[in-house]
């Protein structure tokens, strides 16, 4: 089985070439928002402060304050977020380039495309499945992406308002490119690509049987590797979908972060008894040769 390869937020972060600037990381994601003049700009300065404090509670009350009414937040993300592209010294290159398309299924709690872009930069399409296919490789975004949009022609709905439902949208998903991203994002009006909110329990509003089966995948993953191997993810553990399932996991686990990360790992190490579960002090970068070596290990 391939191993599995997890990323977080200090990948992409860390990823150090990407145009227009460097990703950011939860704690500085709401002040690029702000100065975006949308959506962000206008919340009450009470919100704006929670958000600031704690993006995952402040996106939880503005769900509840707005009556559910998220979709012009999570299409306004997603189009801050589809900006990005990798630079030619971006670490994802690097990453695809030392692991390859057959050793690994990749995965990735980014909304970002900087994988996906720097896949096509390396020649391989991005294979939204764990099931191998010629020229691509794969890739599991568990929480959805800014380019996981709903199948319906641009335009469909016009000053519609999909708001306080358990699934607000239910309608198949077309992966689309960068530039139809960012095409969508700034001409629909109603509508809003899948992506869990960014909050306590990651509840997708539209389509989330598309997610849920990116997620069980992921999980079949996880479950059935026998390496498992995570950058630039913070132990939450009360993501229990991510952290609960890796502990279960018989997989060795090799954690690459920094040493403000140490604590949180061991604990979540002690508490599943998950003694073959290592940690490693690297960033990004400095990963890719320990990572091509225990891969080919």
């Not at 919100?47 to 939880?60: I, P, R, T, V, Y």
């Not at 992966?175 to 001409?187: A, G, K, L, Y």
């Not at 390496?227 to 890796?246: A, S």
Request: proline fraction near 4%; aromatic fraction near 12%; glycine fraction near 8%.
């Amino acid at each position: 089985m391939a191993t599995l390869i997890l990323l977080g937020a200090g990948a992409s972060f860390g990823s150090v070439d990407v145009i227009p600037e460097q990703p950011p990381l939860g704690t500085q994601l709401f002040k690029r928002l702000e100065r975006l003049d949308g959506i962000a700009s206008k919340l009450p300065q009470e919100l704006k402060d929670l958000f600031n404090q704690n993006f995952e509670e402040g996106m939880a009350e503005f769900y509840r304050s707005s009556g559910g009414n998220i979709m012009r937040f999570q299409r306004e993300l997603a189009h801050y977020l589809a900006l990005f592209s990798p630079g030619p010294n971006n670490v994802y290159l690097k990453l695809i380039e030392s692991i390859g398309s057959d050793r690994a299924i990749f995965s990735s709690l980014n909304y970002d495309l900087l994988f996906e872009l720097s896949a096509a930069k390396k020649g391989f399409f991005t294979v939204y499945d764990n099931t191998p296919q010629k020229g691509g490789v794969r890739l599991l975004k568990i929480h959805g992406s800014c380019n996981f949009w709903p199948d319906f022609p641009s335009g469909t709905f016009k000053n519609c308002t999909f708001a306080g439902n358990k699934i607000d949208v239910q309608a198949p998903i077309r992966p689309v490119n960068q530039q139809d991203t960012i095409h969508r994002c700034v001409t629909e009006d109603s509508l809003a690509p899948a992506l869990a909110m960014f909050a306590v329990g990651k509840e997708v509003k539209i389509s989330p049987d598309y997610t849920e089966r990116q997620y069980a995948l992921w999980k079949q993953a996880a479950l059935s590797s026998s390496k498992i191997i995570i950058i630039g993810v913070k132990v939450h553990e009360v993501d229990e979908h991510i952290w609960n399932i890796i502990g279960q996991s018989k997989a060795w686990t090799g954690y690459f972060g920094f040493e403000t990360d140490r604590d949180a790992f061991l604990r979540w190490q002690k508490n599943h008894d998950k003694k073959n579960a290592y940690f490693f002090q690297h960033d990004f970068e400095s990963s890719i040769s320990k990572i091509k070596k225990i891969i080919k290990g």
